[in-house]
């Protein structure tokens, strides 16, 4: 079984704060994602990171993936309330996702 | 972008009674599609892939004859949950073989 450790559980800054969300496996996916959830709503994609090494930049989120494939981070700058929510990674194998345990973000305004 | 329709929203039900669920994608055919569980303040839990025109294919400790799949079209699936129970209280959430996109998600609270 392919399994994927998030950390930290629960995250709670103030805005403007920066925050940093890991995400660790104990093995190489095809790739891996990153989602955010709101409450009673499906994840939304935000990233997909394939590529060793791979860094990639979505405004003020900057994503970064492991050399060896099987680490990634989230890092956000300058959080705004609206960062608010649940981040999950998922790692895939032929579409089918095996998700961490999430994230919590909750930015205070 | 690829959209998958789901339906109904929330649902709540008596416990013995059955539920269904639809998903469906709405500009794209979906010859795959998948089911997952999520429980409160937990991550998602993947429950079986839908193959269209084929028997589903359940993960390990998903009951089958539970948690019925129909997989009858390239824009449809359908989730029943029978005999439902308390315990089958969660949020169900479909996503197709395309674009990672996921539906909205269906609430089903049994009572």
């Known amino acids: ?109 | 972008g690829a959209v998958v329709s789901q339906h109904p929203s929330w649902v709540i039900c008596k416990s013995g009674t059955s539920v269904k669920i639809e998903c469906r994608s709405l500009d794209f055919q979906a010859t795959t599609m998948f089911w997952y569980r999520q429980f409160p303040k937990q991550s998602l839990m993947l429950m079986a892939t839908s193959n269209e025109g084929s028997k589903a294919t359940y993960e390990q400790g998903v009951e089958k004859d539970k948690f019925l799949i129909n997989h009858a079209s390239l824009t449809l699936s359908t989730l029943t949950v029978t005999s439902a129970h308390p315990e089958d209280s969660s949020f169900y959430i479909c996503s197709a073989n395309y674009g990672y996109t996921f539906g909205s998600g269906t609430r089903l609270t049994v009572v």
Do not use: M
Request: glycine share 10%; proline share 4%.
């Open chain 1, 1 to 109: 079984t392919q399994l994927l450790e998030q950390s930290p559980q629960f995250l709670s800054i103030q805005e403007g704060e920066n925050l940093t969300v890991y995400c660790n496996s104990s093995s190489v996916f095809s790739s891996l994602q990153w989602y955010r959830q709101e409450p009673g709503e499906g994840p939304v994609l935000l990233v997909t990171v394939v590529t060793g090494g791979e860094v990639k930049k979505l405004k003020r989120l900057t994503f970064q993936f492991g050399d060896a494939r099987k680490d990634s981070s989230l890092h956000i700058t300058a959080a705004q309330p609206g960062d608010t929510g649940l981040y999950l990674c998922a790692g895939e194998d032929d579409y089918k996702l095996s998700f961490g345990a999430g994230t919590t973000v909750t930015v205070r305004a």
